[in-house]
């Protein structure tokens, strides 16, 4: 029995060492560069998600947020420009106002008023002025005077040239005219001006009255009283048929009267659907009306051409209208503003499209 055991022992202890040969097999190269290249790949891919958490990301955040703010930058840039605009326009607005107390205002626009309607050359005592009570509006509040009045109507339609004229801040409102027998109109409005709040620190101009009752600006005016404006519509008569032409003497007849300098184009406007041209006779001091088709500074009027083109004299300045007349086979032009005798010679390229086919 001892014999025995002592060879199974034996057997057990020699078997030990295969086992263990086998369990410290070296690696082969094959395996060795496998091992490598999937270490490498695995490091890189860690390396390439630490950059990109650790730079690449904060960098992309970065970028994003200096994005907003140049854009939060321009639009503040936009915003002050917009306000240095209105406080410009603002600051404007104020120099014409009559100051910063409502009823300091109140009773300067009342005085202005007085002051228009002499000059004028109407009765104050035929106007009533009733002051209007302070309106609250954004920034400001609105004040003014409720003006009711009789008068001749050239002298209404000279308050009404006074108060476009005026140069201080206000507005007319509800504007009325209604005739009264014997030539006179009766006139109401309301005369508004603003008290600006909070005050706007200016030096305030001086507001001298604006416009002279014998200036071209006023000629303008005369349309309302030529218009018969209160007269009930009637259509225009056909025109009479056109006489039959007299035979032209040998020699033309000396021209008398003033020259073509006299006559000035105060007006070039529309009536209707139909232009009208407005001449003023510097020497008679009365204005004669026009019409295409009839005959103006020794041609026969084609049209009023209301492109905007350069002026001939100085190209830097941009003129709205001009009546255009032809002269035989020619176009010339007179600008609003000139005398006949500032006429000139439309070239081909600025005639209008039809004109350039006939």
């Known amino acids: 029995m001892t014999t025995a055991n002592s060879t199974s022992?034996?057997?057990?202890?020699?078997?030990?060492?295969?086992?263990?040969?086998?369990?410290?097999?070296?690696?082969?190269?094959?395996?060795?560069?496998?091992?490598?290249?999937?270490?490498?790949?695995?490091?890189?891919?860690?390396?390439?998600?630490?950059?990109?958490?650790?730079?690449?990301?904060?960098?992309?955040?970065?970028?994003?947020?200096?994005?907003?703010?140049?854009?939060?930058?321009?639009?503040?840039e936009q915003l002050e420009t917009r306000i240095r605009v209105s406080y410009n326009q603002l600051a404007a607005a104020a120099r014409r106002t009559h100051g910063d107390d409502p009823a300091t205002a109140s009773a300067a626009t009342g005085k202005r008023l007085t002051e228009l309607i002499a000059r004028a050359g109407l009765d104050g005592s035929r106007f009533t002025r009733l002051p209007l009570g302070a309106t609250p509006r954004q920034g400001a509040r609105e004040i003014g005077w409720n003006v009711q009045g009789v008068g001749p109507k050239k002298q209404v339609v000279d308050l009404l040239f006074l108060l476009e004229s005026d140069p201080s801040l206000q507005r007319i409102d509800?504007?009325?005219?209604?005739?009264?027998?014997?030539?006179?109109?009766?006139?109401?409005f309301r005369y508004l001006t603003l008290v600006l709040v909070p005050p706007v620190p200016v030096e305030r101009v001086a507001l001298e009255p604006g416009g002279t009752l014998d200036g071209d600006r006023r000629a303008l005016y005369d349309a309302i009283l030529r218009r018969d404006l209160f007269r009930p519509y009637v259509k225009r008569p056909p025109p009479p048929p056109a006489p039959e032409p007299s035979p032209k003497p040998d020699q033309p007849p000396a021209p008398t009267g003033p020259g073509p300098e006299t006559f000035r184009i105060v007006s070039l406007s529309q009536w209707r659907g139909e232009s009208e041209i407005l001449v003023r006779d510097a020497t008679a001091g009365v204005i004669a009306e026009y019409s295409p088709g009839d005959e103006l500074a020794g041609g026969r009027v084609v049209r009023v051409d209301y492109r905007p083109l350069p002026l001939p004299r100085n190209p830097d300045l941009v003129s709205s209208s001009r009546v255009i007349i032809s002269i035989g086979d020619e176009y010339w032009a007179i600008e609003r503003g000139d005398t006949l005798a500032d006429r000139y010679r439309l070239p081909p390229e600025l005639l209008p499209a039809d004109l350039k086919d006939d």
Do not use: Q, Y
Request: proline fraction near 5%.
């Open 174 to 188: 509800n504007l009325t005219i209604s005739p009264r027998g014997s030539g006179e109109f009766a006139v109401s």
């Open 9 to 76: 022992s034996t057997a057990s202890t020699n078997a030990t060492p295969s086992s263990t040969a086998g369990a410290a097999r070296t690696m082969t190269p094959r395996e060795r560069t496998i091992a490598l290249v999937t270490g490498s790949i695995a490091a890189v891919f860690v390396i390439g998600l630490a950059i990109h958490a650790w730079f690449v990301k904060p960098m992309r955040a970065a970028d994003a947020e200096n994005l907003t703010l140049e854009r939060a930058l321009g639009e503040l």
